[in-house]
């Protein structure tokens, strides 16, 4: 198995909600990304797990709250998002975290209402 | 962290016809090199990596680039292109043991009958 898997592929939700994004990969790897990614733009890093653990965190708002629960799996938790948070939120993973090459899940189109 | 120049925002081509995007970087240490492919609606994959070795690598679907160490460059080109390559291009530098992916703005490329 050689991807990142993201759940939902849409989201649309209001300015009060709570939501969550899933990612999973299962080739082993033990760094895992979050990247945000609005249109016709480069991604934007945003946070960082390292086995496990939260390793970088860009400065993102509190509103965006990351979880890793397993290896394997990657969360984002969303609560009182802006209509700016809309966006493609994009996972990747790597075998480590300074290791060269990341791979891309097909990312979730979030839309904040 | 690297600041990555993508020197075209837009490239039309037409079927059949060559095609060049242009990136330049802006540090000359040790680097990994990257561009990465991302159709309409769909997330960022992996086209083609420079690590080490040869300064020219090729993807599986005819996509060439060159490593020019002196000139901070990593142009990436295509001898014929097909309706099919239509895509948004990302090129990516990492300083060598660092975690962090620089992207360029980006090029969208959009090939016409």
């Known amino acids: 198995d050689t991807e990142v898997t993201q759940t939902p592929k849409h989201l649309v939700m209001g300015m009060t909600n709570k939501k969550s994004l899933k990612c999973e990969q299962h080739?082993?790897?033990?760094?895992m990304y979050w990247y945000k990614q609005k249109a016709k733009k480069p991604p934007e890093l945003m946070f960082v797990y390292s086995y496990e653990k939260l390793s970088i965190n860009e400065s993102v708002p509190s509103r965006f709250s990351p979880e890793c629960p397993n290896s394997s799996l990657l969360n984002l938790h969303l609560h009182a998002l802006q209509p700016e948070d809309s966006a493609l939120y994009l996972c990747a993973s790597s075998p480590r975290q300074d290791y060269y090459e990341q791979y891309f899940g097909p990312g979730t189109r979030l839309t904040v209402t | 962290a690297q600041s990555v120049t993508q020197l075209d925002s837009q490239v039309p081509v037409f079927e059949e016809a060559p095609v060049e995007l242009r990136c330049n970087y802006s540090s000359s240490v040790s680097v990994y090199l990257f561009w990465y492919v991302q159709y309409p609606n769909q997330g960022l994959q992996l086209l083609l990596k420079y690590l080490s070795g040869s300064t020219l690598v090729e993807s599986i679907n005819g996509f060439e680039a060159e490593f020019n160490k002196s000139q901070t460059s990593f142009h990436l080109r295509k001898p014929s292109v097909h309706i099919s390559d239509t895509a948004e291009y990302f090129c990516?530098?990492?300083?060598?043991?660092?975690?962090?992916?620089?992207f360029g703005a980006g090029t969208t490329v959009t090939v016409r009958a």
């Open positions: 990516a530098v990492s300083d060598q043991g660092d975690y962090k992916l620089s």
């Open positions: 080739m082993g790897h033990r760094a």
